[in-house]
């Protein structure tokens, strides 16, 4: 069964450390996996996209991992700020003789603290 | 640019009436979404759509119809409201089905009770 599962459910920490999230994932065949941040009353919005090839993807202040071999990603977020308080949610799709089959985590919330 | 905009933002309804939502994308996107969010879920789709004129059902497509006369517009309509159906809608687009380069455009999202 296709699934994505994240980790911590929830988590908080102090403005300024870094924490990182972690996503397991048992879609098959392999395409592509995402990172979105969903603020509260918005619409989640793409933070990083990464194929099998790729090992780490950065955006600014965030750093995606994948490894395709266990299956594995991690978000981590580095000197986090106060407007980091989010969900940050897995995205994995899969291609299927049908087309593309994307499953999306149930994210982790995230809260930091002044 | 506006993206992907959904109105209304949020809906009260009784059990057994019906209901439109709407979705409007203004990048020129071939494909759109409409999917659902509940606690401790991820997102499930309901229907897409690969072009004007078309449509799809998704994971969960049961009691949910939808439309896509103009490029630009996907509707999403509920016949005979559940509380089921109580949500948060999302729609979504994107250039390509892979949405590889930049991912998903979600709209704001529309907050459905049903009672």
């Known amino acids: 069964k296709n699934q994505v599962e994240q980790s911590p459910q929830s988590l908080i ?38 194929t099998f090839s790729e090992n780490t993807k950065s955006n600014g202040r965030y750093t995606a991992t994948l490894d395709a071999d266990t299956k594995q990603s991690s978000l981590h ?32 919330r995230l809260f930091v603290k002044a | 640019n506006a993206g992907v905009t959904q109105t209304p933002k949020f809906r009260v309804l009784k059990t057994g009436q019906s209901m439109t939502l709407l979705c409007a994308q203004d990048m020129n996107h071939e494909y759109m979404y409409w999917y659902r969010q509940d606690p401790g879920m991820g997102l499930r789709l309901i229907h897409y759509s690969v072009g ?34 109580t949500s948060v809608y999302f729609c979504a687009s994107s250039y390509t089905e892979t949405a590889l380069f930049r991912g998903y455009t979600f709209g704001s999202g529309t907050r459905l009770t049903v009672v």
Not at chain 1, 22 to 46: A, E
Not at chain 2, 56 to 81: C, H, I, M, T, W
């Open chain 1, 13 to 50: 920490i102090l403005e300024g450390k870094n924490c990182t999230l972690q996503c397991n994932y048992t879609v098959s065949p392999f395409s592509n996996l995402r990172w979105y941040k969903q603020d509260t009353g918005r619409g989640p919005v793409s933070l990083t996209i990464m």
């Open chain 1, 77 to 108: 977020i580095t000197a986090s700020q106060l407007s980091d308080s989010a969900s940050y949610i897995c995205v994995v799709s899969a291609k299927t003789t049908g087309g593309f089959k994307t499953i999306f985590g149930a994210g982790t």
């Open chain 2, 52 to 85: 004007e004129g078309t449509t799809a059902k998704g994971e969960v497509p049961d009691g949910y119809n939808v439309s896509r006369l103009k490029k630009q517009n996907f509707l999403l309509g509920l016949e005979s409201a559940a509380p089921s159906q």
